[in-house]
């Protein structure tokens, strides 16, 4: 089994896809992608944390808000009513 995984990895996973082509809908411009260095200074810095995300916010205006990302979820996976 081992032989097999050794093998495998020896022809670099070509029968192994990474990304399968029908699930890849985000174009190669559209992409964002962040670096993070282990050796930045602000790495550890208080000021570069956001602790506000880890506090529950109540929204007031809760329904209007989700039926706002609705639409908007709707506009990205391609769902609207044209």
Do not use: C
Not at 59 to 79: F, H, M, Q, R, V
């Amino acid at each position: 089994m081992v032989e097999k995984l050794f093998k495998v990895r020896k022809d670099k996973f070509k029968d192994h896809q990474g990304i399968i082509k029908d699930l890849d809908l985000v174009e190669e411009d559209d992409r964002i992608t962040h670096e993070v260095s282990l050796d930045d200074e602000d790495l550890g810095s208080k000021a570069n944390t956001m602790d506000q995300l880890n506090v529950f916010q109540f929204d007031p205006n809760y329904s209007t808000t989700e039926a706002e990302w609705e639409e908007i979820k709707k506009e990205i996976l391609g769902e609207t009513n044209l």
